[in-house]
């Protein structure tokens, strides 16, 4: 069965950090994309990040480009997102996806979803 756990949520105060992970398993992360998304109370869900199946090529939507930085280790069948510089407005439920490839910094026709992990960035 596939599956996709996020990790690593919480509450950070302004200007704080946190890594999420993307767990993946039931089937080789190497074959797949992977992206992270984001949906805040009362917005439309929108992508963050996207980083090829090899890992060669990560991109950033404007809004986190300079203080989030994806990684993935096939290995441990995981993507991280590193998340510095956090605002307010970071604020909402992040998940992972995978799917096949990925058109700039969004996941083309993802696939397989995770369920979500919460961040609040607030004082």
């Known amino acids: 069965q596939l599956q996709l756990v996020e990790s690593g949520g919480g509450l950070v105060q302004p200007g704080g950090s946190l890594r999420l992970s993307c767990a993946v398993s039931?089937?080789?992360?190497?074959?797949?994309?992977i992206g992270w998304f984001r949906q805040a109370p009362g917005k439309e869900r929108e992508g963050v990040s996207c980083i090829s199946r090899g890992g060669g090529s990560t991109n950033y939507a404007d809004s986190v480009k300079g203080r989030f930085t994806i990684s993935r280790d096939n290995a441990k069948n995981t993507v991280y997102l590193q998340m510095n510089s956090l605002k307010p407005e970071d604020t909402a439920v992040y998940s992972c996806a995978a799917g096949h490839r990925c058109s700039d910094y969004l996941l083309q026709t993802p696939n397989h979803w995770g369920q979500g992990t919460q961040v609040t960035v607030s004082s």
């Open positions: 039931g089937f080789t992360l190497d074959y797949y994309a």
